[in-house]
């Protein structure tokens, strides 16, 4: 099966009241595994931001006054997503906006004619009734990094959702691909988490705050009768540096 993890951004919360997209970012996966194409394009709006707007993205028009409009695009994005299964999160936001940039192209057609659209939104909170399931809420709740998402970027936001599907969909078994193997989804995890722009940042931790660490783990399993899970970690795991 061929996924495209699907983002945009865009210059207000309606499309219905002619706001444009901004960015798109898409991720491909076939087989439950990143193969390393990406999609991302800003995109001129040709028309201001909504108040809010600006900020959430941190784009300018200034900075987007010279990026292709959608129509110089589309052929592009078309090839890149056509008769895929496209993952997006909360999708009827993102294919209203799509739909509407596809109506301004002669000839264009629907979107909704050449993919099929899976929400993991609703995937969320039909695994987790009545909590918050925003793409930052999952990341936490996942175990997903995303200390780095200071600002919606749609490439960005579209990796982070690529793992936060993946580890929604760990063990469940899908139509033709019978079990999906756990230890599979995570070495994919890791993979996305590789297209990321710039090293991940390495924690460096001192020799005594490495001592206060160590008599707190002592004092914790002296009242469990035991040792601690963190005990029987090796060092080496925890991604963590030390220093004196």
Same mark, same amino acid.
């Given at each position: 099966?061929r ?11 309606e499309?219905?009241?002619g706001?444009r ?16 194409r990406?999609?991302?394009?800003? /995109?001129?709006?040709q028309?201001?931001?909504?108040i809010?707007?600006? %900020?959430?993205?941190?784009?300018? /028009? %200034?900075?987007? =006054?010279?990026?292709p409009l959608?129509?110089?695009v589309?052929e ?6 056509? *008769?895929? %299964? /496209? ?8 294919? *209203?906006?799509?739909? =509407? ?6 000839g264009?057609? +629907? ?8 929400d993991?939104?609703?995937?969320a +909170?039909?695994?987790?009734? *009545? ?16 200390a ?5 970027g749609?490439?960005?936001? =579209?990796? /982070?959702?690529?793992?936060v599907?993946l580890?929604?969909t ?12 756990? &230890?599979e989804?995570a070495s &994919? =995890?890791i993979?996305l988490a *590789?297209?990321?722009l710039g090293?991940?940042?390495r924690?460096?931790v001192?020799a005594?705050?490495?001592a206060?660490? &160590?008599?707190?783990?002592d004092?914790?399993?002296?009242? &469990? ?5 963190? %005990? ?5 795991s925890?991604?963590?540096e030390?220093?004196?």
């Open positions: 099966m996924q495209i993890v699907l983002d945009t951004e865009t210059t207000g919360l499309w219905r009241k706001n997209v901004v960015e798109i970012g898409c991720v491909e996966m076939v087989e439950r595994r990143p193969t390393g990406t999609f991302h394009r800003y /995109l001129n709006p028309r201001e931001f909504e809010g707007a600006q %900020e959430v993205t941190g784009l300018t /028009l %200034e900075f987007l =006054a010279d990026k959608f129509a110089d589309i592009e994005f078309i090839e890149f997503v056509d *008769g895929a %299964e /496209l993952v997006i999160h909360n999708a009827a936001f993102d294919m *209203g906006f799509l739909e =509407a940039e596809f109506a301004r192209c002669d264009a057609g +629907r979107l909704a004619d050449r993919v099929r659209v899976l993991s939104l609703e995937m +909170r039909q695994r987790y009734p *009545g909590q918050r399931n925003s793409l930052d809420a999952l990341c936490r709740r996942l175990g997903v990094d995303n780095h998402r200071q600002l919606h749609a490439l960005l936001d =579209a990796q /982070l959702l690529a793992e599907y580890a929604l760990a063990g469940q078994g899908e139509i033709g691909f019978g079990q999906v193997d756990e &230890a989804a &994919a =995890a993979a *590789g297209l990321r090293p991940r940042p924690v460096v001192l005594d705050e490495l206060a660490h &160590a008599a707190r783990l004092a914790i399993g002296r009242r &469990a009768g035991g040792r601690t899970v963190w %005990e029987t970690m090796p060092a080496s925890a991604g963590v030390t220093t004196a």
